[in-house]
């Protein structure tokens, strides 16, 4: 029984040590088992979690055994239900007597998990969760941007990839794991493409910061707001794990050397990107890859720190020019979860209609199924509704604050949402504000964009937005010949008056003291 409960404690994590799965089970101090027997589990068992977790939501299981905590329940039910000679302990343990006294209602939720995924068997429904893809997709390529802070894509190449051949991403896609083959992004720099389930986290240049694997849609905030030494600091105000801030830095730091001649270059030593992070874990997380990609000393990092604490108006913060906004979302558009990212059960408070999910006794008639599974789907998609509400709500006010920093100039809004309400309705929402008409902030324009984001052809959805701020939007979607995940990004930007100059042309014209100053009208947001 001790497997599960250091397969728990490894999935749990709760001291939120950092790094892969393997490398946290291999570097675990407080496990009984082998690394291997414990990695071989707790690697199923995050592959499995989305379904499983949603199978154990539905049993009521967490209910009723109330010795089961999250990762424990998910351990056993992976057991109980998929492997073939079963739990691997007596059968008379407490906990193994637990679980299996619930096996026919897990096993029913099972099979409706998986017929609601559109599959007709297990091996089908194991295939897509191994691609990493959804249902009837194409699978996901492992996306790593070559960190350009430690080296270049060419001597990378040389270094750790010289037996590997380019090729293109069609080939990359429908190639082994292990197969030598690479495809490098025409529209990210630096950013280069291997197979589906390609392994890089043991070689020598993961581990020493030189590439980050990081998706291609999640590379485009940080291209798409462009930060440049004249921009003065750049903000990063949701910075954990730090893919994005990481990139700023880079990107920052590539513009440094061609910008040098110009003489009112600002200090290109000191720290130039703030990154923000509210979470106190997750701000170990962002301190450790900062250290490892060799950025730590280009970021100031504010963490754990809330972004809206950060008074615009604070002279501290007149010199921020740009702002990356990549606040909490719905993750709708994730489709592979990262080695050790585990989607955990809730807990019963937190299941909607969890007594309905309890187990009950007697047996129910086809058409009563049906109308159970009718009522479930009605009150999944009432509690997204209502999810989607309150994170657009957080979402919004996250961009106004960002709106209200009076030096900024570039704001870029990303979620990997799919979901309209968290992006193109956030934006629009944004720019009818206050703060988005008194800023006088407009969408960064398709053709203003820089180029691989300009020549990007998914663009926002149409529904009824403004042709301009639909054409702006970028969009990724999952599961396309693309290899994305789903991703939304729009920049933000405004011309800001020089008030100087504006004041002597006036003065020039004599309408200075005519003309009082009434604000901007609704008309010009
Ligand atoms: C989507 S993740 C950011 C991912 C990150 N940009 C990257 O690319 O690695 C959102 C992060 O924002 C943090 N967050 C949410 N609200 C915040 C706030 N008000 N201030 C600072 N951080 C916040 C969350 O804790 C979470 O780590």
Redesign the pocket.
Known sequence: MSLYYDCATLLANEDHTGGSLKSRVYSAKNIKNTPAHVYALASAVTKWSPVLAEVIEASGLLAVERKLTPALALALTHDLLLRPRGLSCPSTHPLARAITAHRTRLSAELTRVRLRRRHATLPSLAAALDAHAPDGSLPHPRWMRVNTLTTTPKELLNRAFNNYTETTLADVLSAKPTDCVYYRDTHVPDLLALPPGADVSKTSVYRGGNVIL?DKA?CFPALLLDPRPEDGRVV??????????THLAALYASHTSDSTTASDTPDTTASRIVA????AG?SKILAKMLKTAKADERVDVRAP????AADPGDEEWDDVGAI?L????SGSGIVGREDGACVFPRAPADVKGAAKGAPKKGKMGKVAKEERVKEDVGAEEAALKERLTALSA?QLH?VEHAMRFPACRRITYS??SIHGAENEAVVIRSLISDAGREGRWRVLRREEQVEGMKAWGVRGDRGGWVHEVAEACIRCEAGTAEGTMGFFVCGFVRDLPDWNEQVEEEAEEGRVDEEEWTGFSDDEG
């Open positions: 990081q999640s990063d105000a949701c910075a954990a794990p730090g893919n994005k801030t923000f992070e509210r979470d997750r720190a809330d972004f809206l990356l990549d606040p909490s979302c957080f996250m979620t990997c």
